[in-house]
């Protein structure tokens, strides 16, 4: 079982990074208005109480997704397959069904080609491609590794 950490866009960072401060800030406004009216013997109502609970779970969820993203994707070589982890959410290719692995040289992606012609985006540095194959190869010799365009 060998391991390759995903790699992530810049944009997920920035997504991740501004979404999370956002989710901070509504926690934090909405814990001190709803003290201030508790403080000031304001009476809260069914849906102002339904409100601060709807923002503090999207925004506790929102982090937890991010952060289990950041922790734990990545992709698990075994002996049958390629498990993709992206946080809670495990995709399974089967090594039996690849066709190839292709490096497009246009768009510097690494590819698994599936016998219909459809693909799945290996998304992992550049510079552990090679390893990548490598890896695959050992548990999967049949596959046939190639370099094209994009077709």
């Known amino acids: ?12 960072y920035i997504v991740a990074g501004v ?9 934090i ?3 001190i208005r709803y003290s201030s009216y508790i403080q ?8 102002d109480y339904l409100s601060f609970g ?5 925004s506790v969820a929102f982090i937890a997704i991010v952060v289990t993203a950041l922790i734990s994707s990545n992709y698990v070589i075994m002996q049958d397959k390629v498990v993709l982890k992206w946080g ?6 089967k090594l039996n069904e690849v066709k190839e692995i292709k490096f497009c040289t246009d768009t510097l992606k690494l590819q698994f080609i599936f016998d219909d012609e459809s693909y799945f985006n290996i998304v992992i540095k550049n510079s552990e ?12 010799p049949k596959i046939v590794y190639v370099q094209g365009a994009t077709e």
Not at 19 to 27: D, F, M, P, Q, T
Not at 54 to 58: A, G, P, R
């Open 1 to 12: 079982m060998v391991k390759f950490k995903y790699n992530f866009s810049k944009w997920f």
């Open 19 to 27: 979404g999370s401060l956002v989710a901070i800030a509504c926690i």
């Open 29 to 31: 406004l909405n814990v």
């Open 40 to 47: 000031k013997g304001i009476d809260l109502g069914f849906y």
């Open 54 to 58: 709807f923002i503090l779970v999207l």
């Open 88 to 93: 809670v959410v495990r995709n399974t290719v």
């Open 129 to 140: 491609y090679e390893k990548f194959v490598d890896e695959v190869k050992k548990v999967a």
